[in-house]
């Protein structure tokens, strides 16, 4: 059974730090890609960064300098590094996956329902 865990979620203030971690476990593929998604009530669903197994990635233009995606693999555990926060960046945040040989930009654009989801944690960014 698939299971992937969000984790590092808080309150930070502005032009702050954080890593969000996903421990994923269960996971059998030769190819996938992860990624990193945002959402409040309300609002759409926006993807934020991806990486496939090659370590390949793509980060939304809305946090490009600002955050970055990475993996673990002997730990399987999918971090998500953020910096100088905003207040905008201010959501839940969903870790997901995704299998078979799939494009890190066309994850961050949403293109594919992907086939696992975490629970989220939040982010809060306060002034």
């Known amino acids: 059974q698939v299971r992937l865990q969000e984790s590092g979620g808080g309150s930070v203030q502005v032009g702050g730090s954080l890593t969000l971690s996903c421990q994923i476990s269960?996971?059998?593929?030769?190819?996938?890609?992860l990624g990193w998604f945002r959402r409040s009530p309300g609002k759409d669903r926006e993807g934020v960064a991806a990486?496939?197994?090659?370590?390949?990635?793509d980060v939304a233009d809305s946090v490009k300098g600002r955050f970055t995606i990475s993996k673990d693999n002997a730990k399987n555990i999918l971090y998500l590094h953020m910096n100088n926060l905003k207040p905008e960046d201010t959501d839940m945040y969903y870790c997901?996956?995704?299998?078979?040989?799939?494009?890190?930009?066309?994850?961050?654009?949403?293109?594919?329902?992907?086939?696992?989801w975490g629970k989220g944690t939040r982010v809060t960014i306060t002034s």
């Open positions: 269960g996971y059998t593929a030769d190819n996938y890609c």
């Open positions: 990486i496939d197994n090659e370590g390949n990635t």
């Open positions: 997901a996956a995704i299998r078979g040989k799939v494009r890190p930009a066309t994850v961050v654009a949403g293109w594919w329902a992907m086939d696992d």
